[in-house]
């Protein structure tokens, strides 16, 4: 048992650096952008993994089979797609009214109702960036579990997330 977990881990991580490093080379060109260069690194890096769709939210982690359930963290609502964190989940009403407020200063166009994917328009739109790091910032949204596990009882977090992970790629494994 314990040997199979182990193997699988390594085949798991060895499968992050080639995502990290893409992740790395756009992250890079950012630098040029003042904006993104004044933000902490972190926050930056996480608007990276969103705008790649390489984000640690409930839908990527399940489809890199790091964890079983796409759920919220926050609400539990089925499904933790970035449209969800952005626009949908309660846990950031407060932190959206500073988000849709910064996207009125910037001049974007709030998200509505008609229209498909507003996520997609805010995260290709420059004028969009500044509000949407604030944001970041001003929330756990996209938090790798390691880091989140930081801000609150860190240790049991870290501890859940990788055990079920690991038991949850066992069971896939196995078939
Ligand atoms: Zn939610």
Same mark, same amino acid.
């Given at each position: ?17 080639? @995502?990290?490093?893409?992740? &790395? ?22 608007? &990276?993994? /969103? ?8 839908? &990527? /982690? ?15 609502? *089925? ?6 964190? /952005? ?12 988000? &849709? ?16 994917? *507003? @996520? ?23 938090? *790798? *579990? ?30």
């Amino acid at each position: 048992m314990k040997t199979r977990r182990q193997n699988w881990l390594t085949r798991a991580l060895a499968r992050r650096p080639r @995502e990290a490093q893409r992740a &790395y080379r756009a992250y890079q060109g950012w630098k040029q952008d003042p904006v993104a260069a004044a933000a902490p690194k972190k926050i930056v890096s996480r608007y &990276y993994q /969103l705008k790649t769709g390489h984000a640690a939210i409930g839908t &990527y /982690l399940k489809r890199i089979r790091a964890q079983e359930s796409e759920a919220c963290r926050g609400c539990q609502a *089925p499904k933790e797609s970035i449209h969800h964190l /952005l626009f949908e989940c309660r846990q950031w009403r407060r932190q959206r009214g500073t988000l &849709y407020q910064a996207l009125d200063r910037a001049g974007v166009a709030r998200p509505t109702a008609a229209e498909d994917h *507003p @996520e997609g328009r805010l995260l290709g739109d420059p004028k969009a960036t500044k509000a949407l790091l604030q944001f970041l910032a001003d929330t756990t949204v996209g938090c *790798p *579990p390691g880091d989140l596990a930081q801000a609150a009882e860190r240790a049991r977090k870290d501890d859940e997330w990788g055990l079920e992970a690991l038991e949850e790629a066992e069971k896939i494994g196995d078939g």
